[in-house]
């Protein structure tokens, strides 16, 4: 195959949809060629996620969400590679372990927002800490949890917090502690059912609460 034209090479955002077969080794020779790349958008994509492994160390926002052929440990292979080091956004497909999150927010320090919907937790600890400098958005809706959970969050820059779950199915977090968001605008905490919310400090810029 030829290279690319040098005006593909500056290429910053790339959207690939329906890959399957042909087009999936279409798609990761035309991945492995944009240097240049910022964003890669997978989303609803059938595909076993081969152009995850030529992603450029350029990108800095992955976009998974409806990638259901995406393992675990794949995820993993991503968040802990050091080309990939300065990712900020990085949105999972669901029904992933709720550990995947929390293990990707210790691992990127510059990640800005972390977006896992309908992650689970068989067991553990029933309490979990998130303390990140740089979050600024954090969705962990539709939560499968067989357990008690009561999350403690200490991240002076985040803006958005979305926990809100499915209707009738599970009941979300059992606490939930702010110990650190003094720049939270928004906090989504919509059927939620047995939350027991805690804070002790201002939050001047929160203009809007889902309960």
Same mark, same amino acid.
């Given at each position: 195959?030829?290279?690319?034209?040098?005006?593909?090479?500056?290429?910053?955002?790339?959207?690939?949809?329906? =890959?399957?077969?042909?087009?999936?080794?279409?798609?990761?020779?035309?991945?492995?060629?944009?240097?240049? *790349?910022?964003?890669?958008?997978?989303?609803?994509?059938?595909?076993?996620?081969?152009?995850?492994?030529?992603?450029?160390?350029?990108?800095?926002?992955? /976009?998974?969400?409806?990638? $259901?052929?995406?393992?675990?440990?794949?995820? #993993?292979?991503?968040?802990?590679?050091?080309?990939?080091?300065?990712?900020?956004?990085?949105? *999972?497909?669901?029904?992933?372990?709720?550990?995947?999150?929390?293990?990707?927010?210790?691992?990127?320090?510059?990640?800005?927002? =972390?977006?896992?919907?309908?992650?689970?937790?068989?067991?553990?600890?029933n309490s979990l800490r998130i303390a990140? =400098?740089?979050?600024?958005?954090?969705?962990?809706?539709?939560?499968?949890? $067989?357990?008690?959970?009561?999350?403690?969050?200490?991240?002076?820059?985040?803006?958005?917090?979305?926990? #809100?779950?499915?209707?009738?199915?599970?009941?979300?977090?059992?606490?939930? $502690?702010? #110990?650190?968001?003094?720049?939270?605008?928004?906090?989504?905490?919509?059927? /939620?059912?047995?939350?027991?919310?805690?804070?002790?400090?201002?939050?001047?810029?929160?203009?809007?609460?889902?309960?």
């Amino acid at each position: 195959r030829a290279a690319p034209p040098p005006a593909l090479r500056r290429v910053r955002q790339l959207q690939i949809s329906q =890959m399957d077969g042909l087009r999936a080794g279409a798609a990761q020779w035309l991945v492995s060629q944009l240097t240049g *790349l910022r964003g890669l958008d997978l989303s609803w994509s059938d595909t076993r996620l081969g152009a995850l492994t030529l992603l450029p160390p350029s990108a800095v926002s992955v /976009n998974l969400v409806g990638c $259901n052929a995406v393992s675990e440990e794949q995820v #993993r292979a991503l968040v802990t590679s050091p080309g990939h080091a300065r990712l900020v956004h990085l949105r *999972l497909p669901g029904g992933l372990p709720l550990a995947v999150a929390v293990d990707a927010l210790e691992a990127l320090p510059g990640l800005q927002t =972390m977006a896992l919907a309908s992650a689970y937790s068989d067991g553990g600890a029933n309490s979990l800490r998130i303390a990140h =400098m740089a979050l600024r958005s954090l969705d962990l809706s539709a939560l499968l949890l $067989n357990h008690p959970l009561h999350l403690d969050l200490a991240c002076p820059e985040l803006r958005h917090l979305d926990l #809100r779950q499915e209707v009738f199915v599970f009941e979300g977090v059992s606490g939930l $502690n702010l #110990r650190c968001t003094p720049r939270l605008a928004r906090l989504d905490l919509r059927w /939620n059912s047995r939350v027991r919310l805690e804070t002790s400090h201002a939050m001047p810029e929160l203009t809007e609460v889902l309960l």
